[in-house]
């Protein structure tokens, strides 16, 4: 298989692979979370067969007593093709438990799939709450959130950064709480099973070009072990020729 070099070919390229397959990748590649984003559920969920995949295009809202300006511009109408809308918030209104953010308002809704969806946008991602859950599954059109709300936020937030670094908070493993970083510009797949946020780095070339020869390998352990082979065995044997 060919691996891509354009963002339009790697783009197309990972639609057809699973967030999991990503993040079989990202772990060969020394990433222990294999870039996955945890707690955020699909409320709208991507094509049957394919994963929602786009560059990041992030946008930080901020309380309205926040010190820096609000953005002028609506970030919606910016919105470039093929790109995956990804929103967040500062890290003190953040939880590392359910339900994961202090701002009960919601961050999104369904006029702003509309729009996304007309600009060629793949998706959406909402570090928070969104409402409006059959406009955007009557559109089609996949989001991602922590939850459901039903107030607009702009009586509580306004924007304050676009296409700048999110952070977000998590639990962690080894300590209470951990930060994952999402850049502008990172590729981020989705779907069912989740998302994952694939940096675009010196190490992206590599991670594509193993993501289908895991998936083939693995297709051939499937294939044994329902032929009877212990799975440590078949997985050993063909993994080992990668």
């Known amino acids: 298989m ?50 929602a995949v786009g560059k ?31 929103i967040g918030l500062p890290l003190d209104l953040q ?3 359910a339900p994961y953010t202090k701002v009960n308002n919601a961050m999104y809704g369904g006029l702003m799939s509309t729009r996304a969806q007309y600009s060629k946008a ?25 939850g459901v709300g039903t107030s607009a936020p702009g009586s509580l937030l306004k924007v304050v950064g676009i296409n700048i670094p999110l952070q977000v908070k998590v639990h962690g493993l080894s300590q209470d709480e951990e930060v994952i970083t999402v850049n502008p510009g990172d ?22 070009e193993y993501i289908p020869k895991r998936v083939e390998a693995d297709t051939k352990v499937s294939q044994d072990i329902k ?3 212990p799975a440590a065995e078949s997985q050993k044997f063909w993994r080992s020729k990668i």
Do not use: M
């Open 2 to 51: 060919k691996i891509p070099t354009s963002s339009k070919e790697i783009i197309i390229f990972l639609k057809q692979f699973t967030p999991c397959d990503v993040s079989d990748s990202l772990n060969k590649h020394g990433v222990a979370s294999g870039g996955f984003i945890p707690n955020l559920i699909n409320f709208s969920p991507t094509a049957p067969g394919e994963s």
């Open 56 to 86: 990041a295009y992030t946008v930080l809202y901020a309380p309205k007593s926040d010190p820096r300006p609000a953005v002028k511009n609506a970030y919606i109408d910016s919105v470039p093709p093929d790109s995956i809308v990804v």
């Open 95 to 97: 939880t590392t438990t």
């Open 122 to 146: 793949n998706g959406s991602v909402i570090f928070g709450r969104i409402r409006d859950l059959d406009e955007h599954n009557d559109l089609k059109y996949p989001v991602w959130s922590y």
């Open 187 to 208: 590729y981020i797949i989705g779907d069912k099973n989740g998302v994952v946020s694939l940096p675009d780095d010196e190490q992206l070339p590599s991670v594509l």
């Open 227 to 229: 032929n009877g082979k």
